[in-house]
C-alpha cells in the first residue's frame, strides 16, 4: 500500500468519524436525552444546570432547520417569548445607563428565546414524558432527603442542616423548594384522579400518598408567603378543571381544611404569617426596613417609575440605577436599595413600558391558551403557567435562574408534547 493510500484511508476514517459524530438522529437523541439532564438537575444545582443547557443546546440546534422555527416563530406561544426579547434589545437604545448595564437587564431576557426551541424539539420527539419522570423524580428525592434533615434537625442532628437555611432545606432556598414540590403535588394529584377512572386503585393511592407528602413540606417546612397564594389559587382551578362549579365549592373546603390542620402544626406556617402581620404594622408605624415594608416601598416606587415613561418605559437595564437613586438620603425602608421590584409586570414595565407589559401578559395568555384541552400534559401545563403568573405578583420570577428556567422548560416540553398529541389527533381524524 503507498503513502498516499494510507492517508487517504485515513483521511476517509476521519470524515466517517465525524459524520457519525454529527448524524442528525444521533444528535436528536442526545438532545432529548440533555433536555432530560437539566430538568433532574434544575432542583439541585445552578452550574450542572447551566452546563448541560449548554451541551442540549450544542446538540439541538444543529438538527432544527429554518421551517421547524418557522412555524413556532409565527405561533404565538413560541413568538411572543422571542418578540418581548426583540423589545427589550430595542430598549438597550433608550436607557440611560452604562452598556455593561444594558447588558445586563437583556440578560434577563435571554431565556425567552429557548422557548420556540423546546417547542419545536418535543412537538418532533415522543421523549417529553421522560423529562417530566426525570423532573419528578429528581424532585421526590429531594422530598426525601428534606424530611429526613428536618426529622434529624428536630432529634438534635444537625448533620444535614445547612447553615443560614431552615432545617429541611439543603439547597437552594424556600421559595424555589415550595414550587417544584407544589407543582408535582397537583401533578400527582390529577394523575391520582387519572388512575381512578382507570380503576388502577393502587397507582392512585400512591400517587395522592406522594402528593400530600409534597404539600406537607410546602406547608411544614419551606413555606413560602407566595405558596400561601398559589396553592389555594391551584386548588380552585384544580376542582373546576375535574369536577366543574362543584369542584370550587370542594376545592375552597379542601383549601381552608389544609389551611386548619396545618396552622396548628406547622411552627413555620405561624411564624411566616406573624411576621407578615408585624413588619406590615411595624412599617406604617415607623417606616422600618422589614421585609413588608420594603416590598411595599419597592412597589411605590415601581408605579413612580412606569407613571413616569408610561409607553416605553426607561429601557433595557435601567431598573438598578432607578432603585438606587430612589433610595438616596432616604431612611428605613425607603432608604433600602434593591434592583428590582418583585413583581414581573412592573419589572418589565420599568424597562419597556406598558407595550412590553402587554408583551408579556399576551405571552402568558398564549402559553394558558396552549393547555386548553384535556389531559395529564395540558394539566401539567396549566400548572406551570399559572404558578408563574401568581408568584409573579411578587417576584420577578422569569428573570430569576432557576423560577425562569423551571418556566422555560416547563412550558416548551409541555407545550411542544401538547402540540405533537394534537397533530396526531388532526391525523386520526382525517384518516
Same mark, same amino acid.
Given at each position: 500500500?503507498?503513502?498516499?493510500?494510507?492517508?487517504?484511508?485515513?483521511?476517509?476514517?476521519?470524515?466517517?468519524?465525524?459524520?457519525?459524530?454529527?448524524?442528525?438522529?444521533?444528535?436528536?437523541?442526545?438532545?432529548?436525552?440533555?433536555?432530560?439532564?437539566?430538568?433532574?438537575?434544575?432542583?439541585?444545582?445552578?452550574?450542572?444546570?447551566?452546563?448541560?443547557?449548554?451541551?442540549?443546546?450544542?446538540?439541538?440546534?444543529?438538527?432544527?432547520?429554518?421551517?421547524?422555527?418557522?412555524?413556532?416563530?409565527?405561533?404565538?406561544?413560541?413568538?411572543?417569548?422571542?418578540?418581548?426579547?426583540?423589545?427589550?434589545?430595542?430598549?438597550?437604545?433608550?436607557?440611560?445607563?452604562?452598556? #455593561?448595564?444594558?447588558?445586563?437587564?437583556?440578560? +434577563?431576557?435571554?431565556? /425567552?428565546?429557548? %422557548? !420556540?426551541? &423546546? =417547542?419545536?424539539? *418535543?412537538?418532533?420527539?415522543?421523549?417529553?414524558?421522560?423529562?417530566?419522570?426525570?423532573?419528578?423524580?429528581?424532585?421526590?428525592?429531594?422530598?426525601?432527603?428534606?424530611?429526613?434533615?428536618?426529622?434529624?434537625?428536630?432529634?438534635?442532628?444537625?448533620?444535614?442542616?445547612?447553615?443560614?437555611?431552615?432545617?429541611?432545606?439543603?439547597?437552594?432556598?424556600?421559595?424555589?423548594?415550595?414550587?417544584?414540590?407544589?407543582?408535582?403535588?397537583?401533578?400527582?394529584?390529577?394523575?391520582?384522579?387519572?388512575?381512578?377512572?382507570?380503576?388502577?386503585?393502587?397507582?392512585?393511592?400512591?400517587?395522592?400518598?406522594?402528593?400530600?407528602?409534597?404539600? #406537607?413540606?410546602?406547608?411544614?417546612?419551606?413555606? +413560602?408567603?407566595?405558596? /400561601?397564594?398559589? %396553592? !389555594?389559587? &391551584? =386548588?380552585?382551578? *384544580?376542582?373546576?378543571?375535574?369536577?366543574?362549579?362543584?369542584?370550587?365549592?370542594?376545592?375552597?373546603?379542601?383549601?381552608?381544611?389544609?389551611?386548619?390542620?396545618?396552622?396548628?402544626?406547622?411552627?413555620?406556617?405561624?411564624?411566616?404569617?406573624?411576621?407578615?402581620?408585624?413588619?406590615?404594622?411595624?412599617?406604617?408605624?415607623?417606616?422600618?426596613?422589614?421585609?413588608?415594608?420594603?416590598?411595599?416601598?419597592?412597589?411605590?416606587?415601581?408605579?413612580?417609575?412606569?407613571?413616569?415613561?408610561?409607553?416605553?418605559?426607561?429601557?433595557?437595564?435601567?431598573?438598578?440605577?432607578?432603585?438606587?437613586?430612589?433610595?438616596?438620603?432616604?431612611?428605613?425602608?425607603?432608604?433600602?436599595?434593591?434592583?428590582?421590584?418583585?413583581?414581573?409586570?412592573?419589572?418589565?414595565?420599568?424597562?419597556?413600558?406598558?407595550?412590553?407589559?402587554?408583551?408579556?401578559?399576551?405571552?402568558?395568555?398564549?402559553?394558558?391558551?396552549?393547555?386548553?384541552?384535556?389531559?395529564?400534559?395540558?394539566?401539567?401545563?396549566?400548572?406551570?403557567?399559572?404558578?408563574?403568573?401568581?408568584?409573579?405578583?411578587?417576584?420577578?420570577?422569569?428573570?430569576?435562574?432557576?423560577?425562569?428556567?423551571?418556566?422555560?422548560?416547563?412550558?416548551?416540553?409541555?407545550?411542544?408534547?401538547?402540540?405533537?398529541?394534537?397533530?396526531?389527533?388532526?391525523?386520526?381524524?382525517?384518516?
Amino acid at each position: 500500500m503507498t503513502e498516499d493510500d494510507g492517508a487517504g484511508m485515513t483521511d476517509a476514517a476521519n470524515v466517517s468519524f465525524i459524520g457519525r459524530a454529527f448524524d442528525r438522529t444521533r444528535l436528536i437523541s442526545l438532545a432529548d436525552w440533555l433536555a432530560v439532564a437539566v430538568a433532574v438537575t434544575l432542583p439541585w444545582s445552578t452550574t450542572a444546570t447551566e452546563i448541560f443547557i449548554v451541551l442540549w443546546l450544542l446538540a439541538l440546534l444543529p438538527t432544527l432547520d429554518v421551517a421547524l422555527l418557522r412555524r413556532e416563530l409565527s405561533s404565538a406561544p413560541g413568538g411572543l417569548p422571542v418578540l418581548l426579547w426583540a423589545l427589550a434589545a430595542l430598549g438597550m437604545l433608550w436607557a440611560h445607563v452604562s452598556f #455593561a448595564e444594558r447588558l445586563a437587564g437583556l440578560g +434577563g431576557f435571554h431565556r /425567552l428565546l429557548i %422557548v !420556540p426551541l &423546546l =417547542l419545536a424539539q *418535543f412537538r418532533r420527539s415522543d421523549r417529553g414524558d421522560r423529562v417530566l419522570h426525570g423532573f419528578l423524580a429528581s424532585c421526590a428525592a429531594m422530598l426525601a432527603v428534606s424530611w429526613i434533615a428536618k426529622i434529624l434537625s428536630m432529634s438534635g442532628v444537625n448533620w444535614l442542616t445547612v447553615p443560614n437555611k431552615p432545617a429541611g432545606i439543603v439547597v437552594k432556598d424556600y421559595i424555589a423548594q415550595s414550587a417544584e414540590f407544589f407543582i408535582c403535588a397537583f401533578a400527582l394529584l390529577a394523575l391520582a384522579i387519572e388512575r381512578v377512572q382507570a380503576r388502577q386503585v393502587g397507582v392512585a393511592l400512591a400517587s395522592a400518598a406522594l402528593a400530600v407528602l409534597f404539600l #406537607a413540606n410546602v406547608y411544614f417546612i419551606a413555606t +413560602g408567603r407566595t405558596a /400561601l397564594v398559589v %396553592v !389555594p389559587v &391551584l =386548588l380552585v382551578i *384544580f376542582g373546576f378543571r375535574f369536577y366543574g362549579w362543584k369542584g370550587i365549592a370542594g376545592a375552597i373546603v379542601v383549601a381552608v381544611l389544609l389551611f386548619a390542620v396545618a396552622w396548628p402544626l406547622s411552627p413555620f406556617l405561624r411564624q411566616r404569617v406573624h411576621d407578615s402581620i408585624a413588619d406590615l404594622q411595624k412599617y406604617q408605624a415607623d417606616n422600618s426596613a422589614t421585609f413588608t415594608g420594603m416590598r411595599v416601598e419597592f412597589l411605590k416606587n415601581a408605579a413612580r417609575f412606569v407613571a413616569e415613561a408610561p409607553v416605553i418605559g426607561h429601557g433595557t437595564g435601567a431598573m438598578p440605577e432607578l432603585f438606587r437613586r430612589a433610595s438616596e438620603g432616604r431612611s428605613g425602608a425607603a432608604g433600602v436599595v434593591s434592583v428590582n421590584p418583585h413583581n414581573q409586570f412592573l419589572a418589565v414595565a420599568i424597562q419597556l413600558g406598558l407595550v412590553g407589559g402587554a408583551i408579556l401578559i399576551a405571552m402568558w395568555s398564549a402559553h394558558l391558551a396552549l393547555f386548553r384541552g384535556t389531559g395529564l400534559v395540558a394539566w401539567l401545563g396549566v400548572v406551570m403557567v399559572v404558578q408563574n403568573v401568581v408568584s409573579s405578583m411578587f417576584n420577578s420570577h422569569l428573570f430569576d435562574f432557576f423560577h425562569g428556567w423551571l418556566y422555560v422548560f416547563g412550558v416548551g416540553v409541555l407545550g411542544g408534547m401538547v402540540l405533537r398529541e394534537r397533530a396526531r389527533s388532526e391525523q386520526v381524524g382525517s384518516s
